[in-house]
């Protein structure tokens, strides 16, 4: 088995595992008492805090670990905006954070705030220019992420923190994907992170203030944690979160380099052994080991079950319809295929053979799936001056399968019509003309769901 | 070394520190994805909800695992008062909670609720009466804890939770500190707990709704546990949590039985051993583990730090002041004495010998605190017609003890005046009146702090 899906969850570090164990003993009493299992469970906290923000690159009473990095994003978040409720009641977020932070934004909006979504370029990448747009005399808060959790994209934290800063706004930075690999550069003012991302254990978040950042923690009071994550510390588990970053950051510039040449191998390799494959994200300033690609013609879920039955677990932003599989909002944001698409995030200590024999399976799995959804023919009938594609019904990756099959049966400067009610139409189908070198020419409404106009160029 | 403060933390139980052993090494991956390493994790979160539904006795899909008790106090209470808003904004507690109760009530009021805290007896029962009482056409929930953590009293929850059906307000049960004796009786709507106070693991805690029950969770939008509990599942910590609950009350019957009879032992024993002590909480209606009782004339911070360095880890709901004691609430609303308060929470397994070494131990270290405290004589001169005992400036339990010392001086029927600037004298000299057969006449305002006055009765 080849675990290949680090960006949801990495494997337990034997580090974390070893602390987890030798402080489930030591660390299960009360901090707050003064007795000597309460004394020992406070050193143990105490040491943990301190090793933590010397990760980060913080201030020990900055640091609070709460139980996870999504508590931390939601507290973080409506701490600060509630700390600058004078200064104003706007939000800027990116368009492709993390759903704790979007949620958040929501959240915000339902009661009465304004949120400002920031759009990134084709490879993900949020712009200095773009937030410094954004920002507003009644800007509370902006956010954005060290790196991107699906494409791998890494984000000019340090320059928007700059153009923040100038502005007198605080950033607070997710930096949940990015924190095991370094300290985030620049000049922030709240930072989230959570351990199981970096091979820490379950049930870990941190959540750094600046001191002079204005905070205002929401919820009922409770004095652990500086009041900023309520309910009875899980010490055992921050001392194993603390310990294990310690460990995969002293490992980080090796294995960096290395799982960069491995993901560098997936992204040069699959456009030649996959047909119509596009690889997303940005080429140059990435994580080391994430990977992304979209395979035409291909549903995410079922790819995903093929791999899974050849010993790969991988995940799959594709905004294929399915009750499992979430559309990304990411791959949305970027305007880039979404249908097939496959992310690869390689935990540490990942072989090269594993990779090698990834590239070898891929292949055969791609046009299995392809073979087997390629047999129904759509009706077509003459519309006008246009071919129609009636896809009515069909789900993606369908309509775009059917689009693919008519495109020559135009001639050149000739439109293709393609009629569908299903939602993932609205982003392949552009995405598809991208890629081909066709012309998209807009969405129409239909009698039943929508008409997509494509011209064929060539 | 004896660890007599369960009731705070309980040790991990072997059973929790097997299990944890065993799934932080299968249960790390996310339970949402589809690979095996996702459907591994999901069937070990799937068999230890049923296993702690069983344990509650409810339904798998009534019971979402939470971060901590505290967080499931929180997040019940506030989803069950926006489930019913429309119903009206009046919550009922007793004035016995926990802090995460008696806090999200302070949360509740400061947005413009209304909060009813039942008062309790000597003992610590709130009565079924009064909940009835309190109930208003515009309730929207009432909280009552299956058992207090300060002095074992066990409330009649089953009572209160017909009375509120009858008027259809749901009673949400905060069973922290019972449910490893048992499942909570009687027709309760939503029910929250705590894996560490039964010896499971931290990070841990239970909310169950009941169906039917309407409920509206609130913070930002999140998938996990059926969207009652944000944030990445701590599913080995969850899977500990489930078996020590199994392994607990297959052994709750015997074990409460020989804690009872040890617990009994110090009830019995103490007032014998230690003069001027009074025992609280209700002597039958009570937890096997805890007894809680208070000595006259001596600090609570000098008799923990005492008891510590004699080996012995208890607590203290003494109101004494002092930077590290949180001055109890609980013992405030039984009108009991709160100076020299000790708490002992015999943890499951206590030896009995453990407890007869603390009866032998704990006469001498009374006496010597007293002693120490016993020493400066207090300014005393004639006012009016009462003598005035000047505490100005005295902690206590020091205006206890200079009362006790000059009420002899006076006669029968005569007034002593005591002169404190020290809130724990409000609520100490009551008590002390109430336990040495005086008459407490009142509070009135002095130059500095207030005067209290005492009349001799015998």
């Known amino acids: ?100 932070v979007l949620h958040s934004a929501e959240e915000f909006e339902a009661d009465g705030g304004t949120v400002t979504r920031v759009p990134v370029s084709r490879s993900g ?69 959570s351990a199981h991302k970096w091979g820490g254990p379950s049930g870990v978040g941190l959540l750094v203030v600046r001191k002079g950042v204005r905070f205002a923690p929401q919820g009922p009071v409770d004095e652990r944690e500086s009041g900023r994550a309520a309910g009875f510390e899980n010490i055992p588990a921050i001392v194993a979160a603390a310990a294990s970053l310690r460990a995969v950051r002293a490992e980080a ?48 879920e079922t790819v995903l079950h093929e791999l899974d039955r050849a010993g790969f677990s991988v995940s799959s932003g594709s905004s294929c319809t399915s009750s499992t599989l979430t559309p990304s909002h990411v791959l949305k944001a970027m305007g880039v295929l979404s249908e097939g698409n496959v992310r690869v995030s390689l935990p540490p200590g990942t072989p090269a053979e594993e990779v090698d024999r990834f590239l070898s399976v891929l292949p055969g799995v791609v046009a299995a799936v392809r073979e087997k959804l390629g047999a129904p023919a759509p009706r077509t009938a003459a519309h006008e001056d246009a071919l129609v594609v009636d896809a009515l019904g069909k789900r993606c990756p369908i309509p775009v399968i059917e689009l693919a099959k008519v495109i020559g049966d135009v001639p050149v400067g000739g439109t293709v019509r393609v009629l569908s009610d299903d939602e993932a139409a609205r982003l392949d189908i552009p995405a598809w003309c991208e890629m081909r070198g066709q012309r998209y020419v807009g969405e129409e409404p239909a009698e039943q769901g929508s008409a997509y106009l494509v011209r064929r160029l060539s």
Do not use: K
């Not at 805090?49 to 009473?61: F, M, N, S, T």
């Not at 799982?259 to 080391?288: C, F, N």
């Open 253 to 300: 510039a090796e294995e960096a380099a290395r799982l960069r040449e491995l993901t560098e191998r997936i992204r040069a390799r699959v456009p030649q052994l996959v047909p119509d494959v596009e690889v997303v994200g940005d080429p140059v300033r990435r994580l080391p080991g994430i990977v992304t690609f979209s395979c035409l013609y291909v549903d995410g």
């Open 1 to 100: 088995m080849s675990y290949f899906d680090a960006a949801s969850a990495a494997p337990l570090h034997p580090v974390a595992r070893q602390a987890l164990l030798a402080s489930v003993d030591e660390g299960w009493a009360d901090p707050a008492r003064l007795y000597r299992e309460g004394r020992r469970a406070r050193m143990l906290l105490d040491a943990a805090r301190e090793a933590a923000a010397e990760a980060v690159g913080c201030r020990p009473d900055e640091l609070v670990f709460t139980p996870s990095g999504t508590r931390a994003v939601h507290s973080g978040i409506e701490g600060a905006l509630a700390g600058r409720r004078r200064v104003g009641r706007h939000l800027i977020v990116s368009a492709v954070e993390h759903s704790s």
């Open 125 to 193: 990448v949020a712009g200095t220019q773009a937030y410094g747009a954004a920002l507003r005399p009644d800007t509370a808060l902006a956010c954005l992420q060290s790196a991107n959790h699906e494409v791998g994209t890494v984000q000019p934290v340090a320059e928007v923190a700059g153009v923040c800063r100038a502005a007198g706004v605080p950033l607070l930075v997710d930096a949940a994907q990015s924190l095991g690999w370094g300290p985030v550069e620049g000049d922030w003012s709240l930072l989230t992170a």
